[in-house]
Every structure is written in structure tokens, then in C-alpha cells.
């Protein structure tokens, strides 16, 4: 019999049993995920196909998506709402609390840093254009790696782990939930889902069996955009990186994941491959800088949000893992490209060359060009036209279900927490929430 069984280890479950297991000793605590121990994930997915031997060890087991880039951005500006859920000033020191227990672990040997630049923001605001601060810890993989499996190491001998585990079944009776699994049957008084996007379709099934509704689903889809290194100097001159919002009556866009001197590379989430940023200190740094601009869009439900997906990405993917491209001279001129190597900017990721208008929504490319026009405003410089423009990327969000201000459902001792809880979508705020609820639950 356990206290409390955290089903998912990704940063929030991590942040989660970790609080817990440090301020309440007594507590019997079990983790249960589907994937493996941090050490055992292996996966060097980068341009090729996925070989994992079921779930890919990229995105499952052990600090989940934490181990990535481990970048933890410490804002209520985005990523989440849980500043609207819990309070604005709780979230910021419980983010604080985040990053000093992944400095006393060695967060520290990276700078911290910040977007912050109030001259920015007023100039930016004349042309449309409102300008998101955060403080980051950009911790890289290497980094992230080493600091969760210490934190693992430290955990392992206060609580059970039980990987590689399917959970087909949860039940509730007589005050007391059991959890079916792979590895046998096991009771807790109290769970915790935490199983982030990476099991949005488990958590729709237990959700709909115990008789719990989810809510609408956002979808974020958006060109990946890979400009000349020097081509954002003007506003570059103080910070790293900066997140822009361009916002008008038929949708709003945001950039995502600026990575100065970075690479593009193959993203593989939901059997779909997408292109995605990677930071300077990953690979060799490039010659170039890249983000992507993505656009919101709500759904009834999540299944019309993934349908929706597939039908764009997997469109363009045509079984093969395709990603296609083409320069912003040639998508304003209304041609395809025929090539992309040749000119100026030179790609870092392998792709084909030809006509985006033909294979992504209007929506977005209409969102691009509005962008990169107010963004040329900022800037006071054309944007080169032989940028490079990627379809398309996606972030998904879990439905939306109803938790009350200490993230219980409706079923009295079950609780929904990280990405899964619909209020999170970054590090940050999933380990926030994690450290946050450890204090309500006991």
C-alpha cells in the first residue's frame, strides 16, 4: 500500500516526488512510468528514424522531456497558466525554488540570464509587436542529463520505481485507488497523472473510464524559420535570445525557441516529424539563427486537435518523414524553390525544396508574412529573402480538465498535474507545479 503513486517521471512527476520524499520522509511513495531509468535512455535520434524498441527513449522514462535542452524559462509571460491558477508572486518563488535545486546540483555552471530589455519593449510596441521577458537556465542536454540522474540517485533508496510499466487500468473503491499495470496490481490512497504530453492518449482513456470529461485542445502549428546569424543584431544587442508577440483580430503568433548560432533539426513526437531549433552548444555552432513562429488554434476536443495535426504534418511528411522548405523571396514572389543551398543562408537541416503555400494552411503563412513585415519595422532592415522557412512544427497541449486551485479532479484523490493538467507547458512551470502540489497533497 502506498500514500501517494505518481504515474509519469517527467519533470513534474520528478519535481513532484522529490518534494515530496524531502519535507515528508514518512510518506510511502511510489513512481510508476512507462518508460525507462534516465541511464538506460539511449535513443540518438537526430536525422534518422527512431529504433527504440517501443516508446522512444527521446521523449519517455526518467526526467521525461527535462533531459532535452533543459531549458527553463522563469516567467508567468508564457508557457503555461498556472500564475493565473495559483497566484502570479506563488508561481515566480516556486520557480525560483526550481532552479535553486537544479543549481545545487550543478545548474549552476551555466549563467543564468535574462530577455528583459525595456527599450526593446517600448519600440516594439510602435510596431505591433509586444515583447516577452523571462529569466533562463538553458542547461543543455549534457548538463540536464547529469543533473537528473543525481536527483534520481538521491531518490532512489526513498521511494519505489517501477519502469517499463503500462498502466492499463485505474480504479477506485472503498477510498482506496488500484492501478493495474504490466508489473502486476498496486493500491495507493492518493495518484497523481503526470504523464505529460507523451501520454495524451493513455490519459484520455483512464480520464473517460473513471468519468471525467476533458475540455477543449489547443494546437500550435507554425513555420521554422532559419535566418542569417546576424540578421536580428538590432534587438539581440543586450540578451540572448528574445520571444515577440504579434497579435491582431484573426489570430495571434508567437516565436518559440530563438536559437542564435543553433541548428534545425528532425523532431518525432505522435508519429509525425517536424523541424526544431537545437542550441549553439549542442552541435557545432552554425552560421545562422532560427525559431519558429507558432500560431494558436482551439479544438472542441483533443482528437479533432490531432486530427488536425496529422492532416497538416503528416500531409507533408507522406510517410517518409518528409519536411519541405523554401526561401522567403521565392514563398513573397509566389514560386517554389527548386533549391536551398545556394545563396547566403545555408541549411542545417536536410529538406525539400518547393512551394509551402501548397502544403501549409493559409493561416500561417499569412501570420509569417504579417510578422516578418512588423518585425521589419523593428528592425529598420529588410528581412533577408533567402531565409529559410520550414513546415511545419507543432507543440501540443493536453485537454483541458477541470482541477480546482490544488489540481484535484472531481474524483476526491486523483490529481492531474505538468503538461497533462492543461495548465503547464514548460519546465518551469511543470516542476513548479510539481513542488507546489507535493505541499497541498500531504
Known amino acids: ?40 535512455r539511449t535513443c540518438g535520434l537526430q536525422q534518422e528514424a527512431c529504433t527504440c524498441e517501443g516508446p522512444c527513449d527521446r ?98 533508496e526513498q521511494m519505489t520505481f517501477t519502469f517499463k510499466a503500462d498502466v492499463t487500468r485505474v480504479t477506485k473503491e472503498e477510498g482506496l485507488f488500484s492501478i493495474d499495470t504490466s508489473h502486476g496490481r498496486f493500491q495507493s490512497r492518493k495518484v497523481v497523472f503526470a504523464t505529460g504530453m507523451s501520454g495524451s492518449d493513455w490519459l484520455k482513456s483512464m480520464l473517460a473510464e473513471l468519468g471525467l470529461k476533458a475540455g477543449e485542445t489547443r494546437l500550435d502549428l507554425g513555420v521554422r524559420v532559419e535566418m542569417r546569424g546576424n540578421q536580428l543584431d538590432a534587438i539581440l544587442q543586450e540578451t540572448f535570445e528574445t520571444k515577440l508577440h504579434y497579435i491582431t483580430d484573426r489570430f495571434s503568433a508567437t516565436t518559440y525557441c530563438m536559437n542564435p548560432h543553433g541548428r534545425i533539426i528532425r523532431k518525432y513526437q505522435h508519429g509525425l516529424v517536424m ?20 500560431v494558436p488554434r482551439y ?62 494552411p493559409s493561416l500561417y503563412i499569412e501570420a509569417l508574412i504579417e510578422f516578418f513585415e512588423a518585425l521589419e519595422g523593428l528592425l529598420g532592415e529588410e528581412i533577408d529573402r533567402d531565409t529559410i522557412l520550414y513546415g511545419v512544427d507543432s507543440k501540443f497541449y493536453e485537454a483541458k480538465i477541470f482541477t480546482d486551485e490544488h489540481f484535484e479532479t472531481e474524483l476526491s484523490g486523483l490529481y492531474l498535474i505538468g503538461d497533462c493538467s492543461g495548465e503547464t507547458h514548460s519546465l518551469s512551470q511543470a516542476a513548479a507545479s510539481g513542488i507546489y502540489l507535493a505541499r497541498m497533497i500531504a
Open 275 to 294: 523541424p526544431d531549433g537545437q542550441n549553439q552548444n549542442e552541435e557545432e555552432p552554425s552560421q545562422n539563427l532560427n525559431f519558429t513562429l507558432f
Open 1 to 40: 500500500m502506498y500514500d501517494v503513486t505518481i504515474i509519469g517521471a517527467g519533470v513534474s512527476g520528478v519535481f513532484l516526488a522529490y518534494t515530496l520524499a524531502k519535507e515528508h520522509p514518512d510518506l510511502n511513495i511510489h513512481v510508476i512510468d512507462k518508460g525507462k531509468p534516465l541511464a538506460e
Open 59 to 156: 521523449y519517455i522514462g526518467f526526467a521525461g522531456l527535462g533531459k532535452s535542452e533543459g531549458k527553463f524559462n522563469y516567467t508567468n509571460d508564457f508557457g503555461g497558466q498556472l500564475g493565473r491558477k495559483i497566484g502570479e508572486k506563488e508561481t515566480l518563488a516556486l520557480m525560483e525554488e526550481v532552479d535553486d535545486l537544479l543549481c545545487s546540483y550543478g545548474g549552476y555552471l551555466v549563467e543564468k540570464y535574462s530577455t528583459e530589455n525595456e527599450k526593446l519593449s517600448k519600440k516594439a510596441a510602435e510596431h505591433s509587436l509586444r515583447v516577452f521577458s523571462t529569466e533562463v537556465r538553458h542547461l543543455g542536454i549534457r548538463l540536464a542529463r547529469r543533473i537528473f540522474q543525481s536527483m534520481y540517485e538521491d531518490m532512489y
Open 299 to 360: 479544438f472542441k476536443n483533443q482528437t479533432e486537435a490531432m486530427a488536425e495535426a496529422h492532416h497538416v504534418i503528416g500531409g507533408i511528411n507522406q510517410g517518409t518523414g518528409r519536411i519541405v522548405a523554401q526561401k522567403l523571396g521565392d514563398l513573397v514572389e509566389g514560386k517554389p524553390s527548386d533549391h536551398l543551398s545556394e545563396g547566403v543562408i545555408h541549411p542545417s537541416l536536410e529538406a525539400e525544396a518547393g512551394d509551402l503555400r501548397k502544403e501549409v
